[in-house]
Nanobody, 115 residues
Framework: QVQLVESGGGLVQPGGSLRLSCAAS????????MGWYRQAPGKQRELVAS???????NYADGVKDRFTISRDNAKRTVYLQMNSLKYEDTTVYYC?????????WGRGTQVTVSS
């Protein structure tokens, strides 16, 4: 059974930092590309950042200089370091795993940026 379990969300002040983690099980982790998406109420889910099996990264324009995605294959975990958080970063963040035609989602973790 495939599981992607996100953690690390919470409440943070503007300008603050959070690190999200996604622990994977049930997949051959090192073969999978991994990504973080977010979805605000009433909006489509959007890519935040992704990292391929060989650790090439891609970022949405609005987070490129603030967020960093990384992976630890030994721990089967992907991370999203989020710095300089803004109000508009508030939403649910989802972990995504993909390999060829296979794709899986986590249940999400809430990030709230508020003073």
């Amino acid at each position: 059974q495939v599981q992607l379990v996100e953690s690390g969300g919470g409440l943070v002040q503007p300008g603050g930092s959070l690190r999200l983690s996604c622990a994977a099980s049930g997949i051959t982790f090192h073969l999978y590309g991994m990504g973080w998406y977010r979805q605000a109420p009433g909006k489509q889910r959007e890519l935040v950042a992704s990292i391929t099996s060989d650790s090439s990264t891609n970022y949405a324009d609005g987070v490129k200089d603030r967020f960093t995605i990384s992976r630890d294959n030994a721990k089967r975990t992907v991370y999203l370091q989020m710095n300089s958080l803004k109000y508009e970063d508030t939403t649910v963040y989802y972990c995504h795993a993909f390999f060829r035609t296979l794709a899986y989602w986590g249940r999400g973790t809430q990030v709230t940026v508020s003073s």
